[in-house]
């Protein structure tokens, strides 16, 4: 079945500390949150992603998800929001490794890659953090080059670098997305 087929998703950009979030909703959760500083670009980059006859754009207000989404920016984890989350089984197994990255923990892209049993895809890995449509909830901003050097962001670099200095501010603990190991800060030596 197309996701036209489907109920259609409801989409409505909220303000953050960030700039504009767009989230998308399913009947199953969030299908994507995207993050920018103008409405009708990030409007055409969903409809870039997805088919437009899918998508329907509505009031924040008529789902309380759109104010738990903007909350859940804020607090740097999607918590017990829902993702409706669309990837290959590789970028799958990267997105829930990158869950399992606490709050003001970092890992290196090379990291991932031996997490996810398949250390040679190194590239694969940056790849599918860069095809990741859940800013913030599916945390890509905490993978780094191996040296700890911040590199692409697709939402900007700033935002990557300002996502970063929040949570290095935030009392260390394990993520409210995923469990994780709160006393592995991101070792970047591998």
Same mark, same amino acid.
């Given at each position: =079945?197309?996701?036209?087929?489907?109920?259609?998703?409801?989409?409505?950009?909220?303000?953050?500390?960030? /700039?504009?979030?767009? !989230?998308? #909703?399913?009947?199953?959760? !969030?299908?994507?949150?995207? $993050?920018?500083?103008?409405?009708?670009?990030?409007?055409?980059?969903?409809?870039?992603?997805?088919?437009?006859?899918?998508?329907?754009? !509505?009031?924040?207000?008529s789902?309380?998800?759109?104010?738990?989404?903007?909350?859940?920016?804020?607090? /740097?984890?999607?918590?017990?929001?829902?993702?409706?989350?669309?990837?290959?089984?590789?970028?799958?197994?990267?997105?829930?490794? $990158?869950?399992?990255?606490?709050?003001?923990?970092?890992?290196?892209?090379?990291?991932?890659?031996?997490?996810?049993?398949?250390?040679?895809?190194?590239?694969?890995?940056?790849r599918?953090?860069?095809?990741?449509?859940?800013a913030?909830?599916?945390?890509?901003?905490?993978v $780094?080059?191996?040296? /700890?050097?911040?590199?692409g962001?697709?939402?900007?670099?700033?935002?990557?670098?300002?996502? #970063?200095?929040?949570?290095?501010?935030?009392?260390?603990?394990?993520?409210?997305?995923?469990?994780?190991?709160?006393?592995?800060?991101?070792? =970047?030596?591998s």
């Open positions: =079945m197309t996701a036209s087929a489907q109920s259609p998703l409801h989409a409505a950009t909220v303000p953050t500390s960030l /700039g504009l979030a767009l !989230v998308a #909703l399913s009947a199953r959760g !969030v299908r994507a949150l995207l $993050l920018g500083d103008d409405g009708d670009a990030l409007r055409s980059e969903l409809l870039a992603q997805l088919p437009p006859d899918s998508v329907q754009f !509505v009031p924040p207000e789902d309380p998800r759109f104010s738990a989404t903007a909350a859940a920016i804020e607090r /740097g984890a999607a918590g017990d929001l829902e993702l409706d989350v669309e990837g290959t089984e590789f970028q799958r197994r990267v997105w829930d490794a $990158l869950r399992a990255i606490p709050v003001g923990g970092t890992r290196s892209y090379s990291e991932i890659a031996e997490v996810i049993g398949a250390p040679r895809s190194v590239r694969a890995v940056a599918a953090c860069g095809a990741n449509r859940h913030v909830l599916i945390p890509c901003h905490r $780094l080059r191996r040296d /700890g050097g911040i590199s962001y697709r939402w900007s670099v700033a935002r990557k670098r300002a996502l #970063l200095d929040r949570e290095r501010a935030t009392p260390a603990g394990p993520s409210p997305s995923a469990q994780g190991d709160a006393s592995s800060q991101g070792d =970047m030596s």
